[in-house]
């Protein structure tokens, strides 16, 4: 069995953390180390490794992290202010963790393209 990723072990309780939402297809959590006054951490329940390993039978849950992705913002009262989601890639892209996630930043207006500095 593939060893399991960080995000697995948060999901499963294994790592303590608090998880904001849950459902069969995702699941969201603060990052760690937040980069905006809201950094949440949206993943896929299923481990799938990167954007580049996707398939069609993944959209569901990938489709999944837009609504959640909505349904936080409209919590933390940023749905009309705005926030960034982002993605990261592999190597290139900045991705440390090998399990699909969307980072949802938000706090104030944000800085360029990249990672905000934290304010
Ligand atoms: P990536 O660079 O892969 O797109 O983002 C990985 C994110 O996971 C980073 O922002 C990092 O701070 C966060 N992270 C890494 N380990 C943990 C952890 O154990 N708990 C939480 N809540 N976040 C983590």
Redo the contacts with the bound molecule.
């Keep these: 069995m593939a060893e399991e990723t ?2 697995t072990k ?1 999901i499963n309780g294994t ?1 303590p ?1 608090k998880i904001i939402y849950h459902d069969e297809l995702v699941s969201a ?5 937040p ?1 905006a006054e809201h ?1 949440i ?1 949206i993943v896929t329940n299923k481990p799938i490794p990167s954007v580049a390993e996707v398939t069609k039978d993944d959209e569901p849950a990938l489709g999944r992290l837009f609504t959640v992705a909505r349904k936080i913002a409209e919590d933390l009262n940023v749905n009309e202010s705005g926030y960034r989601l ?3 890639v592999g190597k290139d892209g ?4 090998p399990h699909i ?1 969307m ?1 949802l930043l938000a706090g104030g207006k944000l800085g360029g393209l990249g990672f905000p500095d934290k304010k």
Excluded at 29 to 33: E, K, M, R, S, V
């Design positions: 960080i995000f948060i790592i953390s959590f603060a990052d760690i180390n980069k950094h951490l982002i993605v990261n900045g991705q440390e963790v996630h980072h």
